[in-house]
């Protein structure tokens, strides 16, 4: 392979269940029918299970998969090191479970500027620094979930000034450049001590407010979602990280942390 257009950030943290259920297979089957160079960093966040020892099985004599062992930060970190490692000139943050599968990359290609079918650079002058999916209505979630989620958009709205419709998705792409700029200037993960499994919640709040910051063109693309329950997630807690990083980023910016 020569050097990746696409890397594929995939957070990891006790996914032995999402393992044996074949989640790396369906990312290696779809990236290999591409036309373009591609890699996959499985970054590790302090796996207690076996995910360390599937993950690197796995991808054992599997070209363009890396796996990076990193200690217990959450998710926000584990990302970050994922990020700062990767190589290609578009960087994709997505969830093992696959909630969001890889072939939804198709829908942002055009908007990075790039022919989706076989990665041709057709017109990137114009094109955005950033590409959210967004999961208009999250089919399948519990209606608790529904509920919190759309009070907290109209909390971002008013605290942060973010217009999107969902920044919690857990699928994101970013032009190299501007994954550098913003991931250097994040503050909320850095602060964050975790204890078990972590989400990390302000941290894709930080990232969308940051880029508004240093004025970044963001679009927001429709993805499509399916609701996969875990036993990690309680919808009460991570409502309540959320509304708290929320404030941690907006106090940030009053004091000038994220100036430009």
């Known amino acids: 392979m020569g050097k990746p257009l696409l890397s594929v950030v ?11 259920d074949g989640v790396l297979v369906d990312i ?32 054992n004599n599997k070209k363009g998969f890396r796996l990076l062992k990193e200690p217990h930060r959450g998710k926000g970190g584990t990302v970050v090191a994922g990020v700062l490692a990767a190589k290609g000139d578009i ?14 990359i198709e829908n942002f ?8 079918k076989t990665g041709k650079l057709l017109n990137r002058k114009h094109s955005a620094d950033i590409v959210i999916g967004s999961r208009s209505g999250r089919e399948g979630a ?18 942060l000034k973010l217009p ?11 032009k190299k450049e501007a994954a550098r700029q913003i991931f250097s200037r994040l503050k909320v993960f850095k602060e964050k001590a ?6 990390t919640a302000g941290f894709d709040l930080e990232i969308l407010y940051i880029a508004r910051k240093l004025n970044l063109k963001v679009e927001e693309v429709p993805v499509v979602w399916q609701h996969k329950g875990s036993k990690r997630v309680s919808a009460v807690k991570d409502s309540w990280q959320g509304l708290t990083d929320l404030v941690k980023v907006r106090l940030n910016a009053l004091q000038g942390k994220y100036n430009v």
């Open 28 to 59: 290696y089957i779809y990236l290999i029918k591409q036309k373009y160079d591609w890699e996959v960093l499985i970054v590790d966040d302090g796996s207690l299970d076996k995910t360390r020892e599937m993950v690197a099985k796995y991808i």
């Open 91 to 104: 960087i994709l943050f997505t969830d093992m479970d696959q909630s969001t599968s890889l072939n939804q």
């Open 142 to 159: 519990p209606l608790i979930r529904k509920s919190m989620a759309s009070g907290f958009s109209i909390l971002r709205a008013i605290v």
């Open 164 to 174: 999107y419709k969902d920044t919690q998705c857990g699928f994101k792409a970013f």
């Open 10 to 20: 995939v957070p990891a943290y006790n996914e032995v269940h999402n393992l044996k």
């Open 109 to 116: 290609w055009l908007h990075f500027g790039y022919e989706p």
């Open 194 to 199: 975790v204890e078990g499994a972590a989400v």
